[in-house]
């Protein structure tokens, strides 16, 4: 369902603003997905999900910190430790599927680790660091609406297995991510549309959403360009 700007609530308000944004992004997804390099494309973009992946829950994992420290005079922080909490047990190991997709694919696990991540995926998971540590906590729930708001599409999936003529094995990550990612995001939705967020806190929510699809937008494009 397409939000509209003069829904109420704050998780329409905020898919809104995505909306206007993702284009850009969708357009360089499906360019990787029709490439006719995908099967090398695909190994590469595992890696690079795996840079961002592996963030993700140290990411919230400080965010929770910062707002378990300040809930006791700050009910937002409040209401966001009680999201974060069961979240980021849903969201443990996922950097291991990614892992083990790539070992599917011949890719050794240790050597993906060593390499240093590239500027957009600094930036992608960087900006929202400096938003929790530097202005609210409650800044991670942008970064979350971009990367649990628009989940693989299973005919996506299929799409990308008959393009790269690699085993189901090797897709096991997007899959689960394809069945499981609606949920998560009906429940940030719902974590979102109760939090009692100032003006500013709405701001700063959406900046780093609309951060986050930028520098979503980057990674893949850095991997199309690599590509020729």
Same mark, same amino acid.
């Given at each position: ?119 957009? !995926? #600094?930036? *992608?998971? $960087?900006? +929202?660091?400096?938003? @929790? ?5 409650? /800044?991670?729930? =942008? &970064? !979350? #609406?971009? *990367?649990? $708001?628009? +989940?693989?599409?299973? @005919? ?5 297995? /008959?393009?790269? =003529? &690699? ?62």
């Amino acid at each position: 369902m397409t939000a509209s700007a003069t829904t109420t609530g704050e998780s329409a308000r905020l898919r809104w603003k995505l909306e206007l944004a993702v284009p850009a992004l969708f357009d360089a997804g499906q360019r990787l997905i029709e490439h006719p390099r995908i099967r090398e494309l695909y190994p590469a973009y595992l890696v690079a999900s795996h840079g961002v992946i592996r963030a993700s829950v140290p990411l919230m994992r400080t965010a929770l910190e910062r707002a378990r420290s300040a809930a006791p005079s700050d009910a937002v922080a409040a209401g966001l430790a009680s999201y974060l909490e069961p979240h980021i047990d849903e969201e443990l190991d996922h950097d291991v599927w990614l892992l083990e997709d790539l070992e599917t694919l011949g890719r050794d696990p240790d050597e993906v680790c060593s390499r240093p991540p590239s500027a957009a !995926i #600094a930036a *992608l998971v $960087g900006a +929202p660091y400096y938003w @929790t540590l530097h202005y609210h906590p409650v /800044a991670v729930l =942008g &970064y !979350i #609406a971009l *990367l649990e $708001g628009y +989940p693989p599409r299973i @005919t996506e999936v299929d799409a990308l297995m /008959a393009g790269t =003529g &690699y085993p189901r094995e090797a897709f096991r990550t997007l899959i689960r991510h394809a069945e499981l990612d609606p949920l998560h995001r009906d429940d940030l939705d719902e974590a979102l549309d109760r939090l009692p967020l100032t003006p500013a806190q709405s701001t700063v929510i959406a900046t780093t959403a609309l951060h986050s699809v930028d520098a979503f937008t980057r990674l893949l494009e850095d991997l199309l360009e690599e590509a020729g």
